[in-house]
RNA sequence: GCGGGCGUAGCUCAGCUGGUAGAGCUCUGGAUUGUGAUUCCAGUGGUCGAGGGUUCAAACCCCUUCGCUCGCCCCA
């Protein structure tokens, strides 16, 4: 026998669990396109050289690659938003810019598994391209809002935590740290969270800052107020246009939803400004989704610069969240009519009946096993069917059949011409 | 990499101090010749993850190993 484990990390769908993918996958599709995003999509696998970055990102170091036949490094796709800016820079000079698109891929990476980790799931990624100012960072949260609330979660459920790495940056700067360890900065600070303060500071000496720029650091990051902030740095540009997405939100009503943290940073190193997550108030699961503005990263690929903020939203967070909260979605099988030959006598008809009503648009089966009729009514009702179709030969002779309401639990022979122009409505 | 838990019927799981392998659900048949709630009766279904050891006797104790899972380390 071979192994029937799906491969680790990875997840088999049944039926009813597919069921429920669909609906999140239904709600994130009507949520971009009633916002006006664009669908697109990119193979999954994708050149290994896509994602080899500096600043040591961990999502770099934990890649499905693998040779092909051809010799060429090849990767499965740990995000997708290096995939959107390829196909971006392929047209950026016939796009009609700013462009709104959003994705729903399958993302691998090799990791040791969580809770609400796993080595592969599906991602919701949208992203606004080539809008330079917060008004894209406003567009973007209030449809990750937007989303959370058509799954049933309110201000009270979730929270958007916000912060922007200029300010990060203006604080480093403050501190006479070169811009050119910046980035990696961020990374490590990314961890804060998650080490101890003393790995914390080692890891920080460690990429070349001074005790003296550690303690200082830590000082800023005390900070929660950002009018506070403002008055002590220099540059104050992000402080600024943070406060003016605020003001934004607040004015288009989702204030309760927001709110400014110093600790978010993203463990991306292609984030140049605003960054944010999204997780309970407690802050008490992993993010459920996460993003921020990445203005260079088509840069670094070569092309010019074009500004972008987006944000990816992974299937097992939110549905650990949802099941939790149990907000889950009764969610059965669609089936309008279950058809039921008597016996082998009735195939041909049945098959006939199955395809005029599903050319009226039904959702029908046919039930073929010839059980017998108690048994072949109980799999129909456990196929949450509406009606069944019941053939036998006497009403057949007059061109008839039973057609059987499963909730009321009536039934009643009806012509196959009145049933077949009653299917429209009946569906 | 470190630590805990688990692995028994298709599924969810019980199994006491080592003494004939269990329940619920599912499935099959029947009470019901062409009618689904709930019933009721009967039946099918097991390499107890694998291998070794101790013992008169092991699902149970010991060793090894594989798999799953949770936590830590690490990290979207």
């Known amino acids: ?36 995003f664009e669908e697109y999509d990119t193979c999954v696998l994708e050149h290994e050289e896509l994602y080899i970055r500096k600043a040591g990102d961990e999502i770099s170091k934990q890649l499905y690659s693998f040779e092909d036949k051809g010799g060429r490094r090849l990767s499965l796709r740990p995000e997708m938003t290096p995939s959107l800016a390829r196909l971006v820079l392929q047209r950026t000079k016939s796009l009609l810019f700013p462009i709104k698109w959003f994705s729903m891929p399958q993302c691998f ?33 209030m449809l990750l809002i937007s989303a959370c609330e058509s799954m049933g979660l309110s201000a009270k459920d979730i929270r958007v935590f916000i912060n922007d790495r200029r300010i990060l940056n203006a604080i480093l700067s403050q501190l006479n740290v070169t811009e050119k360890l910046h980035s990696a900065i961020l990374v490590i600070m990314d961890k804060r969270d998650k080490v101890s303060p003393e790995t914390l500071g080692t890891m920080l000496k460690d990429v070349g800052m001074t005790s003296s720029q550690v303690q200082h650091l830590n000082e800023y990051l005390t900070k929660t107020n950002l009018q506070e902030l403002k008055e002590e740095l220099q540059h ?64 670094t690929y070569g092309g010019k610069s074009v500004p972008a903020v987006g944000f990816g939203f992974g299937d097992v967070v939110v549905l650990d969240v949802l099941r939790e909260l149990e907000r889950f979605p009764e969610l059965t099988r669609t089936l309008d009519y279950t058809i039921i030959p008597f016996d082998n006598e009735q195939v041909g008809i049945a098959l006939k009946i199955a395809n005029e009503l599903r050319s009226k648009g039904a959702i ?19 196929s ?34 009145d049933l077949i122009s009653s299917a429209g409505q009946a569906a």
């Open 384 to 417: 949450g069917a509406k009606f069944a179709i019941l053939l036998f030969p006497e009403e057949l002779k007059q061109e008839k059949v039973v057609i059987r309401d499963m909730q009321l639990r009536e039934q009643n022979p009806i012509n196959i011409t």
């Open 109 to 141: 990476r090799y990791e040791r598994m969580t809770k609400g980790r796993r080595r592969e799931h599906f991602q919701w990624n949208a992203d606004i391209i080539g809008q330079p100012d917060m008004v894209a960072e406003a567009e973007i949260l």
């Open 1 to 36: 026998m071979i192994d029937l484990q799906p491969v680790k990390g990875t997840r088999d769908f049944f039926p009813d669990e597919m069921r429920m993918r669909n609906w999140l996958f239904q709600v994130w599709r009507s949520v971009s396109e009633q916002a006006g």
């Open 236 to 299: 104050t540009e992000g402080i600024d246009e943070l406060q003016h997405l605020l003001q934004l939100m607040d004015t288009a009503g989702y204030s309760d939803y927001l709110q400014f943290d110093i600790s978010i940073v993203r463990g991306l190193s292609y984030y140049t400004g605003a960054v944010f997550e999204i997780n309970s108030p407690e802050k008490q699961h992993r993010a459920i989704c996460g993003g921020g503005r990445y203005d260079s990263l088509l840069s």
């Open 364 to 382: 029908v089966d046919c039930n073929f096993s010839m059980k017998k009729m108690k048994k072949s009514l109980h799999e129909a009702n456990e």
